[in-house]
T-cell receptor, first 114, second 109 residues
Framework: EAGVAQSPRYKIIEKRQSVAFWCNPISGHATLYWYQQILGQGPKLLIQFQNNGVVDDSQLPKDRFSAERLKGVDSTLKIQPAKLEDSAVYLC????????????FGDGTRLSIL | RKEVEQDPGPFNVPEGATVAFNCTYSNSASQSFFWYRQDCRKEPKLLMSVYSSGNEDGRFTAQLNRASQYISLLIRDSKLSDSATYLCVVIGGGFKTIFGAGTRLFVKA
């Protein structure tokens, strides 16, 4: 079974530029998550999708971050404009539907803002 | 108070030792609990789910104490390869996922 795919693996941009990340979940997983993990901290949930609908985006900085999952499969996360404090690893995860279903993570995208 | 709290450690133990971590949560309505393992510069990987009755997987035992609102992870006969950060995950009402900050474990020869 193919795992969660993310791209790119690394990205370096200057502040105020824009950046986008892509995620392809495990086949058949209806729930998709985007996390931000700052060095030394646990992952922080940014947004959770159930199919193409948003379940929770309470911690997404909506003035600069956006995410979509138009067809209920792939998802993109965008930051525009980027700030220095956005330097982090952005992790995508997917799971089957249900609170007792474990999440499976992609390799993540390591973002550095100069 | 944080919604999910873990002792950051680090825990430094010799090979063969038994070590235990706790993770407390504030929402009594939390539904599901997991332990994940994260190696340096890698993604989190599921270690085990935590069931109400407790569960064991080889050298690892996870327990849930709803009355005191914490989960625990016990590692017996520690191996060098167990060195990692251990993250607890709590699924609250509305399927909200909250990760702890993690507990770092170093197992030394």
């Amino acid at each position: 079974e193919a795992g969660v795919a993310q791209s790119p693996r690394y990205k370096i941009i200057e502040k105020r530029q824009s950046v986008a990340f892509w995620c392809n979940p495990i086949s058949g997983h209806a729930t998709l998550y985007w996390y931000q993990q700052i060095l030394g901290q646990g992952p922080k949930l940014l947004i959770q999708f159930q199919n193409n609908g948003v379940v929770d985006d309470s911690q997404l900085p909506k003035d600069r971050f956006s995410a979509e999952r138009l067809k209920g499969v792939d998802s993109t996360l965008k930051i525009q404009p980027a700030k220095l404090e956005d330097s982090a690893v952005y992790l995508c995860a997917s799971s089957q539907t249900g609170a007792n279903q474990p999440q499976h993570f992609g390799d993540g995208t390591r973002l550095s803002i100069l | 108070r944080k919604e999910v709290e873990q002792d950051p450690g680090p825990f430094n133990v010799p090979e063969g030792a038994t070590v235990a971590f706790n993770c407390t949560y504030s929402n009594s309505a939390s539904q599901s609990f997991f332990w994940y393992r994260q190696d340096c510069r890698k993604e989190p990987k599921l270690l085990m789910s935590v069931y109400s009755s407790g569960n064991e997987d080889g050298r690892f035992t996870a327990q849930l104490n709803r009355a005191s609102q914490y989960i625990s992870l016990l590692i017996r006969d520690s191996k060098l390869s167990d060195s990692a950060t251990y993250l607890c995950v709590v699924i609250g009402g509305g399927f909200k996922t909250i990760f702890g900050a993690g507990t770092r474990l170093f197992v030394k020869a």
